[in-house]
């Protein structure tokens, strides 16, 4: 099983980006040939300095790593080390009906954010596309967010197949995991850095993090009357860090009532804190060693070069490209 995804380096990592796309990929792993990216062509629709770029891609290198993934397990590389795949992008941008890329939502979302409307951010999906089907992918372990991203990269497939021959791309299915396929943020949106409401993954501070984590917005039932724990962000934040029977008394104490918001806070404040120490302490040591990590991205590039060149190569010789 191939297991293949990236992550766009435009920002400070948080714990949607974690839940969502980091820890599956992590845990995947150890199932599957796995390969995993940063996808600095697709920031560049958004990020436009080029120190801000180059830093991003670093940082993001970093965090994946600190986090637990293996680069003796998964490839792990930059997404502009292998070129090809922008080459992949032309050819399933023949194939790719308007209609399907006007559909999008991403484009739309993004717009509404404020990223400029450039063909970059309109033709997206379909170097998304390229990323996945350049590898032969089985399966791609995302956020919710980008399942229609998925949705596109398997009709592009089906429409290249359909034109050259059955079997040339394989198709790939989206692994969303539901407990998680939406974190949300400290106003209870998804959280999202274009929204500002993350929680980092890295905070700077234990006092920055406690902040944030207070600043949580809960509704305002007296401290002694009972609450209802479903549909509370913040018991929905805290399960992501704490054991089923841990989740289950926090509901339990809601419910009774006689305890304020406070409290679970500085609860989820403690777990995330103990989550991410032995983590935080790997990212010192990485951020002391950046030509561990330039090696690391160096081979990974190698490694996903020569894989990626197998797929162009079958993809020229049946569009009836080079020689
Ligand atoms: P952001 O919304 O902060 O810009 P990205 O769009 O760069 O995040 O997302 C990177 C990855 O993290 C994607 O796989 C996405 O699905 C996942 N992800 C982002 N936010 C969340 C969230 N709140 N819950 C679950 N997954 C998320
Ligand atoms: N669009 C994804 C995001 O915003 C990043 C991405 C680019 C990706 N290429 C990919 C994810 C290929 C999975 C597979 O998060």
Known sequence: MRILSGIQPSGRLHIGNYFGMME?????????EAFYFIADYHALTSIH???????????????FLACGLDPEKATFWRQSDVPEVTELTWILSCVTPMGLLERCVSYK????QGISPSHGLFAYPVLQAADI?????????????QKQHLEVTRDVAQKFNDRYG??????????????TAVVPGL?????SKSYNNTIEIFEETEKKLRKKIMGIVTDSTPVEAPKDPEGSYLVQLFSLFAGADEVEAMKASYRAGGTGYGHY???????????????????????????????VLESGARRAREKAREVLDRVRAATGLGR
């Open 49 to 63: 300095d080029p120190a801000a770029l180059r830093g991003h891609v670093r940082d993001l290198a970093i965090d």
């Open 166 to 179: 059955e079997g040339l791309l394989r198709i790939p299915e989206p692994r969303i995991r539901e407990e």
């Open 109 to 112: 979302d993004k717009i509404a």
């Open 133 to 145: 089907l350049i590898f032969d992918s089985d399966v791609v372990p995302v956020g919710k967010d």
């Open 265 to 295: 806070k500085q609860q989820l404040f403690e777990a995330v804190w103990a989550h991410f120490a032995p983590m935080r302490e790997r990212r010192e040591t990485l951020v002391a060693d950046p030509a561990y990590v330039d090696g």
């Open 187 to 191: 106003d209870g949106q998804k959280m």
């Open 24 to 32: 599956p990929s992590i845990r995947l792993q150890e199932q599957g």
